[in-house]
């Protein structure tokens, strides 16, 4: 089984960077692929950023482009997100999640994830 742990969120200004991380741990397959997703109050979850097991793919969502930054490192298990130039309209519950393989055509897909974090709280005020 594999455990995802988000860690990094909290009460940030507008204009200001933070980074989150997301540790796994258990029996990770060696193709595993993570991403991060984003449940903004009152909305449905979505998908914010992927990246694949070499991190040779990285995929992002429109409204992060230039903004976000997800790596990996192997070694340590564990998925970062650098966010910079943070707005308002960043708030939210980010969620880390991972499946085994990626692909460029549905990297995007929720229901694709096998494993999930329990989210961690990002607040940016204006």
């Known amino acids: 089984q594999v455990q995802l742990a988000e860690s990094g969120g909290g009460l940030v200004q507008a204009g200001t960077s933070l980074r989150l991380s997301c540790a796994v741990s258990?029996?990770?397959?060696?193709?595993?692929?993570m991403a991060w997703f984003r449940r903004a109050p009152g909305k449905d979850r979505e998908f914010v950023a992927a990246i694949n097991w070499s991190s040779v793919f990285r995929n992002y969502a429109d409204s992060v482009k230039g903004r976000f930054t997800i790596s990996r490192d192997s070694a340590k298990n564990t998925a970062y997100r650098e966010m910079n130039s943070l707005g308002p309209d960043d708030t939210g519950d980010y969620y880390c999640?991972?499946?085994?393989?990626?692909?460029?055509?549905?990297?995007?897909?929720?229901?694709?994830?096998?494993?999930w974090g329990q989210g961690t709280q990002v607040t940016v005020a204006s």
């Open positions: 999640a991972a499946r085994t393989g990626y692909s460029v055509s549905d990297y995007y897909r929720e229901a694709l994830y096998e494993y």
């Open positions: 258990g029996r990770a397959p060696t193709n595993i692929a």
